[in-house]
């Protein structure tokens, strides 16, 4: 075999088309297997650089005439931006998409049936028409399909967050070009999600890369939820004034609330979510990535294929559905690598709303499963008294490293590890409050909420608790020496852990088989110190 043209190098290219003066991270392995038409399964996170890793071996393919690379992607405006860069720096690139005239799509297809581009950039329900195969198919028999490369490529997931079933179709190009190298690149990293990508494209063979997922400029903080709007708030003032950011929440209607109260407390806020018309979202995005300092509230309809370098802190007033939601979510900060904020408020009404939802989809037992234990995973997360950073990468199945390699426990830059919080043993609380839900369920089988609950353990004279005779309970008032904000804490992490169930329309209260164990004595609890700790309580420092 020839030597191959130096022009068509790898380093060479990244400096000369692009201007970088050295690769990042895992992207040179990448390139060189793909180049050499190696299959790959590319993990890594938002901003790491993935583009590059079919964009250098498209281009080197290119020159060796090897013909164009297909790129499959989810987004209309990330073709827009990359294509308009691509030619820029002299590559031949184009898209085809549904914001192209019939006659615009001609004139790319003559440009490919030519053998002219480098990349083209198609959604994926463009490529399984018949009409897009039998072109690929044409090209391919004159050897003119260089790559194909699969980008979000966790979509094809049903278990991710952003399943698209025309990913699903996307098998059929390995069926039917086997020889041609697949690369397929995603941010979302899991178990699950890896494990479905690599079955549904077909990618047991592939060489799979997975990059460090830390985003060492991001300082992760969830807090506890008391008045959730005012929080946000003095956090904006305190920490982000005048600075971009991303306020997620769960319903249209809290986006808009919050939007209009965060301008009338004087910050510049948009709202975004799927039920403003097409024309007002487009306007409210363009102005967050054009101006500077506004801050974009939004339902996580926002966000995907979004570039913004600077936007300074992403912060969440409800609970996402799992880690990897939440590591996309707060990944869009600080993708210009300087400091920037993750911030959460959490509260007991997230850890039963996310459990309803799972409950009451039509999804199957399989599915809720699935969807239960990854919300268990980021409860676990939001509860945590030790290193956020550990935790979070932990769950992507990685090791917290120093710079010298070693495993490190704390990362010195997430809340728990600039404020370790103070810890107390919980556990006669927690059966305190067990016991109390196991007299109501005894005293006539009725289930109650967690107000009622409070006002029993407190000793409260309610007309609830006039009603029920619960002022007759053995559970009447044992639990005088907490206040109702540490019975909140208390209840949310028993509901975190899974030993209390909060059912049904009013939230009520049962018992999880666990609940028994720690009934029994044999399971202890710590909590963290809501606002104070009880009177009697043992407080120590964790961490
Ligand atoms: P991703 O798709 O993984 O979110 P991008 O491909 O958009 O990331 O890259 C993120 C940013 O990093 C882009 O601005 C890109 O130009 C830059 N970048 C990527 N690789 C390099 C490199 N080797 N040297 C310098 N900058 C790079
Ligand atoms: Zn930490």
Redesign the pocket.
Known sequence: MPAPDPSSLPLTL?QEV?G?????GE?AAIVEHVCAGGDALVL??????????YQVPAIARHRRGQGVAIVVSPLIALMHDQVGALEEAGVHAAFLNSSLSSEEAQQVERELMSGRLTLLYAAPERITTPRFLAQLTHLHEKGLLSLFAI?EAHCVSQWGHDFRSEYLALSTLHERFPEVPRIA?T?TADDVTRADIIERLALQDARIFVSSFDRPNIRYAIVEKEKPREQLLRFIQDEHEDEAGIVYCQSRKKVEETATWLESEGIRALPYHAGLDAELRMRHQDRFLREEGLVMVATIAFGMGI?K?DVRFVAHLDLPKNIEAYYQETGRAG?DGLPAEAWMAYGLADVVNQRRMIDESPAGEEFKKIQRGKLDALLALAEATDCRRVRLLAYFDETYRGADGRPLQHCGHCDNCLNPPATWDGTEAARKLLSCIYRFHQNGGQRFGAGHLIDVLRGKMSDKVAQYGHQHLSTWGIGADLSEAQWRGVLRQLVALGHVFAEGEYSTLALAESARSVLRGEVSIRLRVATQAPKRGKVSRSG
């Open positions: 990244l692009f970088y003066s050295a690769f990042r992207q890594m996170p938002t901003g790491g650089g993935k583009s590059l890793c980008d690149l941010a570039d370098p993708r």
